[in-house]
């Protein structure tokens, strides 16, 4: 069977679970075709992505003029489903933080994906995020392409569901995934009542060659990790004011942050104000594999979010026998128990989050340890990529039966 991928962005650092998605699927018999936005220039340091990049086709790669003659032969092969197409994208805008023009371009792209995914012979296409890279391929459904799906992972999603059209969206699909079930309870919130089956649950999945490697020791080093992008949702700059405390108490600790982002500026400042530049390292972007040595190198992994979906980091960790400290959001206590695999906090108490992590510095080896087994434990038997992604091409495989004993 022949599937179309549509994401925005690329391969791209933060989104490894979508090409670990993709090559599951490969492994089970699924022939992909990769379609992406942007995404061609980008710097890469993972070389399973920069092989992921030499399979992708860029939508906006060329400017304005491939996207022109796109739609212009959709006018004259489609005039019809063209403008039934267009009248959807202009709803689309009502609502939307974008003006109409960029639902225009979302229609010019969805003319160019169509034809692609017709010359490579999808049957499905499945986008992630529910934001404008499933207005594209719900555009391009609108005009005769493949019947679409697509994952939503929040927060993104759930802070503006009334702007994006999350409801139409999933009315039009063939289904939606939510990779937990906090995140289907939001589809639910959203959608029709009628629409409520198309929602189901596929996990984020981990590749078994990351952590089925030699196990190494908790290092003596009191040394926490942090990685993400450095955002506001992810509350980093809350962590700095906790570590702050923590020297402030006279406990012994190293804190990484590891990734980069637009508030690197302003968490570097704060690092600053508060004298920790001894305590205190930004690594920037990093591969998959200098992920996992940052956390292999690390006592815990420490995650104090705002706002999110599940994210992948927390089950790599546990996967690498770390004990996880984060909040109690979202997906989050779906995977981790309190005091079982790690502390589960209130978000924002950053007195909280300065406890927990004194407690975690404080705590014997072993102790450690005992939580880092039980984490990965807990993580092995629910974030398998192989049995996700079978669960994922069991859809694809229904919505593709489906269709062809209707027609």
């Given at each position: ?49 920069l ?41 689309m ?9 960029y ?7 969805a ?18 995020f ?13 005009m ?12 993104e999603?759930?802070?503006k ?27 639910y ?13 596929v ?19 009191p ?5 993400g992008?450095?955002?506001?949702q ?17 406990v ?5 942050l590891a ?39 690390a006592?815990?992994?420490?995650l ?70 039980n ?13 996700e992604?079978?669960?994922l ?15």
């Amino acid at each position: 069977m022949k599937l179309a991928y549509f994401i925005n962005q690329y391969p791209k650092v933060s989104h490894s679970f979508i090409r670990r998605e993709i090559v599951a699927l490969e492994r089970q018999g699924f022939s992909v075709c990769r379609i992406a936005l942007r995404g061609w220039d980008d710097e890469l340091v993972d070389p399973d992505d920069l092989l992921e990049r030499e399979k992708t086709q860029y939508v906006l790669q060329g400017g304005i003029l491939p996207l022109f003659f796109a739609t212009l032969g959709m006018a004259f092969s489609r005039p019809l489903r063209l403008m039934g197409a267009l009248c959807l994208a202009l709803r689309m805008s009502r609502l939307n933080e974008r003006s109409w023009a960029y639902h225009l371009i979302y229609l010019a792209e969805a003319c160019r994906i169509t034809t692609w995914m017709k010359q490579f012979g999808a049957q499905h296409v499945h986008a992630h995020f529910g934001t404008n890279s499933t207005e594209v391929v719900m555009l391009a459904a609108a005009m005769g392409g493949p019947a679409y799906s697509f994952t939503v992972h929040g927060p993104e999603e759930f802070d503006k569901p009334l702007g994006i059209h999350l409801k139409e969206k999933i009315a039009r699909s063939a289904f939606v995934v939510a990779i937990s079930s906090f995140g289907r309870s939001q589809l639910y919130r959203w959608a029709n009542s009628a629409d409520w089956g198309k929602a189901k649950i596929v996990r984020c999945g981990l590749e078994k060659a990351f952590h089925q490697v030699e196990v190494v020791k908790l290092p003596v080093a009191p040394r926490l990790v942090c990685v993400g992008r450095i955002c506001e949702q992810k509350g980093q700059l809350l962590l700095i004011e906790a570590a702050a405390r923590l020297a402030q108490r006279g406990v012994e600790f190293e804190l990484v942050l590891a990734g980069d982002g637009e508030m690197r500026g302003e968490v570097e400042s704060l690092i600053a104000h508060h004298g920790l530049g001894k305590q205190v390292r930004i690594t920037g972007w990093l591969s998959s594999t200098q992920v996992r040595d940052e956390l292999l190198q690390a006592r815990a992994l420490v995650l104090p979010s705002f706002a999110e979906g599940l994210p992948v980091v927390i089950m790599e960790a546990m996967a690498l026998r770390r004990p996880v400290l984060t909040t109690w959001i979202a997906g989050i206590p779906e995977l981790i128990r309190d005091g079982v695999h790690g502390w589960l906090l209130p978000p924002s108490d950053v007195e909280a989050l300065a406890a927990a992590m004194e407690r975690c510095l404080l705590m014997t080896i072993d102790e450690l340890e005992q939580i880092g087994a039980n984490a990965h434990s807990a993580v092995l038997q629910m974030h398998d990529i192989d049995q996700e992604a079978e669960k994922l091409g069991a859809l694809f495989k229904s919505s593709i039966d489906s269709r062809a004993i209707a027609s």
